[in-house]
């Protein structure tokens, strides 16, 4: 099969319209639910609410051993069933928010575990309310250590944006595979999607280096 | 472990604070038996002896750090980690604890500084988010401490940047930002290189001198001791083995386990 320059050029502007509002967007709002969730049930784990901890722990284990195509099908295709309709995009959202929520609490854990008792013991001798404990002398300093993990697990989400062709969300790889399936020709738009996929991870794990040196120097 | 439940003992006078009858064991082992201390409002108490002798576990009980096995601790005629309930005494709520807190400060061996922070704002955390104070007013509270260790032109450091002699002084300035009436200071030059330990004691002598707090001081160092204290107490496996005016502790002592430390103490030093 040799390289039609043509029709790649053709095509791309269709391919990066799909990357820039689905692939993009998708990745960023769930990593914003990851990132707000994955707190949520870190600080339950720590804390130890009777009940609440334990079925958090079991949601999380559920999840992290069940497949994101799986959920996607239960969420997007039986649901329904029982009166809850989601739509395809907020369904990615969700469910690879979610997802990726039960791996960000392991990893904010580990972060919070990492905190000097110190710490803790200077916040009691200074009668700092609980919550400002968390929010100014916990979370501040656990994120720091936290945030190269992190940026692992978004960049590997972002891979796993094409599950979504699953429940038909016309993500990048979907409407590549379509273009392909319409014109018999699968090499240009998947060659497309790889390349525009290599040039958005690298910049980013650069990106996130830099920004870990800036976090370790403030 | 929870704070055992039992009824209201006899009233008495009871000194600024005064520990009854207080214990406190890990599993097996017994660190304070049956302890009873009074010191009065303004009295700065040095507390001395070898290590795993109990005198910081005095401090952290004080402050709430450790739990306390048996006994009572009061702390201005109120019960530290008991509610009066009724005529019982009830295991203190978060929030009685949270209230106690407030009038007792510490500084630790090892600073414990928020590094995340700057200097100034480790100071206006706690007298904001704790006691409700005004920023303006924290600030130039801030300051004024600040001033008085010696780092006025430091407040925009972050505590990676300062030594660790400037940390301590930090720290203590944060712990008096919070206006205690009683300053707990855990062994705070033991981790300072040699150089760095007068400005923390210069600090810590002024504070003796110039104010009323009420002032507990784990220490190896005897000749501070001798110079701030009203009284020095020489604990050994949890209990007092003598106590009184520095002179007569450092000068005349009654017993040779007393002797014995200080002749070890001070051929060390």
């Given amino acids: 099969m040799k390289w039609d320059m043509d029709f790649a050029l053709e095509i791309l502007p269709d391919i990066l ?28 784990r720590y804390v130890r609410i009777p009940v609440l901890t334990q079925v958090t722990t079991g949601f999380v284990q559920f999840t992290r051993a069940t497949p994101i195509p799986i959920q996607l099908f239960f969420v997007y295709y039986l649901l329904p069933d029982y009166g809850l309709t989601i739509g395809a995009v907020t369904t990615g959202v969700l469910v690879l928010g979610v997802h990726y929520a039960c791996y960000f609490a392991e990893v904010y854990r580990g972060g919070i575990e990492s905190i000097p ?22 979370l501040p300093q656990a994120v720091r250590k936290i945030l190269p993990s992190l940026g692992n697990y978004v960049i590997s989400m972002f891979k796993e944006v094409p599950f979504l062709v699953f429940i038909s969300v016309p993500e990048m790889v979907t409407v590549a595979r379509g273009i392909g399936g319409s014109n018999f020709r699968y090499v240009e738009p998947l060659t497309i999607c790889g390349i525009i996929y290599l040039l958005s991870s690298y910049p980013a794990s650069v990106a996130m280096r830099k920004l870990e040196t800036r976090l370790e120097h403030a | 472990m929870s704070t055992p439940e039992s009824t209201l003992p ?45 005198k910081t576990t005095i401090l952290r009980l004080l402050m709430t750090l450790e739990t306390l096995s048996g006994g009572y601790i009061w702390v201005d005629g109120k019960p530290l980690w008991h509610q009066q309930k009724g005529d019982r005494l009830v295991p203190a709520d978060q ?16 600073f414990n500084l928020f590094p995340n922070m700057t200097v100034l704002q480790n100071l206006i955390e706690a007298p904001i988010r704790s006691l409700g104070r005004p920023k303006e007013q924290a600030i130039a509270r801030a300051r004024e401490l600040l001033d008085s260790v010696g780092l006025a032109e430091k407040e925009s450091a972050h505590p990676n940047q300062l030594s660790g002699g400037q940390q301590q002084r930090v720290a203590i300035a944060r712990a008096l930002a919070m206006d205690p009436k009683i300053l707990l200071l855990d062994e705070v030059t033991s981790a300072l290189d040699p150089e760095l330990i007068a400005g923390v004691l210069g600090v810590l002598r002024e504070l003796a001198e110039t104010t009323d707090i009420t002032m507990l001081i784990v220490t190896h160092e005897m000749h501070f001791a001798r110079d701030v204290s009203d009284r020095v107490m020489m604990f050994d496996k949890g209990k007092i083995v003598e106590q009184g005016p520095p002179s007569q502790i450092f000068d005349d002592p009654e017993h040779n386990r007393t002797k014995n430390f200080l002749s070890a103490v001070l051929s060390a030093g």
Avoid: N
């Fill in chain 1, 117 to 138: 008792p110190g710490q803790w013991e200077a916040c009691t001798a200074l009668s700092l309310p609980q919550q400002a404990v968390w929010r100014r002398v916990v």
């Fill in chain 2, 10 to 54: 006899p009233a008495k006078d009871k000194s600024f604070i005064h520990f009854d009858d207080v214990c406190k064991q890990y599993g097996d082992l017994t660190v304070l038996d049956d302890l009873c201390i009074d010191i009065d409002a303004g009295e700065k108490v040095t507390l001395i002896g070898p290590s795993g002798s109990g």
């Fill in chain 1, 17 to 44: 319209e799909a990357f820039l509002r689905y692939t993009l967007v998708i990745t960023s709002l769930a990593t914003l639910l990851a990132a707000v969730l994955g707190m949520v049930f870190a600080v339950i």
């Fill in chain 2, 95 to 110: 929030k009685h604890l949270r209230e106690m807190r407030k009038q007792i400060g510490m500084v630790f061996q090892h």
